[in-house]
C-alpha cells in the first residue's frame, strides 16, 4: 500500500529540505502531528530516532534509513505486523522547488492495517505537504519585480 502527495513551493530544494529535517518543528507546521521528541542529538543522520505523536494514531518510534542533503530524507516505524516508511523529497522545479511526500506499507498485515486506517494516513500525507508547502512558500524569498509594460502607442 503507497500514499504518494506532491506540490509545488516557491522556495529553493535546500530551504524545504530544511524543513523536513527540523522534525521537532512539525507541530507546528501541520495538524496531523501533535509531537515529536528527538531521541538523539545534531543533525539528522541514518540511525536517528524520534518518537512521533499523531491524533488517531499511537505514538511510535520513527527511524531514519536514508538521508541524501538537500535532496531526501526517509524514515520508518514498525509494529503489529506492519512497516511503515515515510519519504520526503525535495527537487528542483524551476525557480522553486517539487515536494513529493510518500507513505508506504508493508509486510504481512499491511493490507489490513490499509484498509482501517489508509482514510487517516492518506489526510495526515495530505496535511504534512499542505505544511510543507506553505511554511516553504511563507519563508521564499520574493520574487523579482515583474518590468513595466512599454508604453501603447
Do not use: K, N
Amino acid at each position: 500500500m503507497e500514499y504518494r502527495v506532491t506540490a509545488t513551493a516557491g522556495a529553493p530544494p535546500a530551504q524545504v529540505y530544511r524543513l523536513f529535517i527540523d522534525v521537532e518543528r512539525w507541530p507546528e507546521l501541520t495538524q496531523s502531528i501533535r509531537s515529536v521528541r528527538r531521541l538523539d542529538e545534531g543533525p539528522i543522520r541514518v540511525g536517528s530516532e524520534a518518537m512521533v505523536s499523531q491524533p488517531r494514531l499511537p505514538s511510535s518510534r520513527w527511524r531514519v534509513t536514508d538521508v541524501e542533503p538537500d535532496r531526501r530524507f526517509t524514515w520508518e516505524t514498525s509494529a503489529g505486523g506492519v512497516t511503515t516508511v515515510g519519504d520526503h523529497v525535495v527537487e528542483p522545479d524551476g525557480m522553486g522547488s517539487r515536494i513529493t511526500l510518500t507513505l508506504r506499507l508493508h509486510g504481512p498485515l499491511s493490507g489490513v492495517m490499509g484498509l482501517l486506517m489508509g482514510g487517516i494516513a492518506r489526510r495526515h500525507v495530505a496535511m504534512e505537504l499542505e505544511g510543507f508547502r506553505s511554511a516553504a512558500d511563507s519563508s521564499a524569498p520574493p520574487a523579482p519585480p515583474t518590468p513595466p509594460a512599454p508604453p501603447a502607442g
